[in-house]
């Protein structure tokens, strides 16, 4: 197994894009459920970290955009990171966003990966596509959020408004929206997301 702050302080492996659990969690007003969220990712068993840049702990700060850590699946280390992004612009229209990040270039050097083309149809592996689900469902469990959704390079390309009307989806992205919301989805899309809760 690779020393997990070797790997972590690797440069030459955060590049590639990022796979991505990415949320719309609730309208931008309201800033607790992103403390709840960062509360509960950095409490995980399987999570080290917060990190600076050195590899030394540092506090959960909720107001600070980014956070590092290493996530422990079976015998992988695997650095990522999370981003909270408050839209402000303006601040009563604007959306807070919690994404967990991973290089795909991390992916493909722990995994042992070759050849990989991430905009197409990735193979992610098992253990790491089972955490970011698993992941999804216990955070809507702690605060039901509007949308998820896990793909490629995926934050920012959709609202759950855009389920609405015909969605240009080009992509194998994973939508999770709550039942409670169902009704705003039109029937045309009903078929590519997966309702929750």
């Known amino acids: 197994m690779i020393d997990k702050k070797e790997l972590f302080l690797n440069q030459s492996i955060r590049s590639g894009g990022f796979y991505e ?56 280390y695997i650095p990522f990171k999370t981003y909270n992004i408050r839209e402000q ?19 493909d050097k722990v995994f042992g990966l070759e050849n990989q083309t991430w905009t197409d149809y990735p193979v992610v592996p098992q253990q790491l596509e089972a955490f970011l689900n698993k992941t999804m469902l216990d955070l809507y ?8 959704m896990i793909d490629f390079e995926i934050s920012g390309q959709y609202y759950l408004s855009d389920f609405k009307a015909k969605l240009n989806n080009w992509s194998s992205s994973k939508f999770f929206i709550g039942r409670e919301n169902m ?8 078929d590519i997301v997966t309702f929750i809760g």
């Open 21 to 76: 659990l990415c949320i719309q969690v609730c309208p931008s007003v309201d800033t607790t459920p992103i403390k709840i969220y960062s509360d509960f990712i950095w409490s995980l068993a399987c999570v080290e970290g917060p990190y600076d840049n050195n590899f030394e702990r540092v506090r959960i700060q909720p107001e600070n955009m980014e956070h590092q850590g290493i996530l422990h699946l079976d015998n992988y």
């Open 89 to 107: 612009a303006p601040i009563e229209e604007g959306f807070n966003w919690y994404d967990i990040c991973f290089y795909t270039a991390t992916i």
């Open 141 to 148: 469990q702690i605060y039901p959020f509007l949308l998820a």
């Open 183 to 190: 009704k705003l989805v039109a029937k045309m899309n009903k």
